[in-house]
């Protein structure tokens, strides 16, 4: 989570300087992030997060 904030920061940084392609791919990759950190947070079915099974 602390380096999507980090992305963010940076890729607003870098939008305001002119750049168009450099901040595209750091929110891109900052949606992968997300979406990484929700597959392994949210519970599927029975109510289990992939995490809690991994650290028992």
Do not use: C, H, Y
Request: glycine share 10%.
């Amino acid at each position: 989570m602390l380096a999507a904030i980090a992305l963010t920061g940076g890729a607003i940084a870098l939008w305001r300087r002119g750049e168009r392609r450099r901040p595209a791919l750091m929110a891109l990759l900052v949606a992968v992030l997300l979406v990484n950190v929700g597959i392994w947070t949210l519970p599927d079915a029975s109510g289990d997060a992939p995490v809690q099974k991994s650290f028992g």
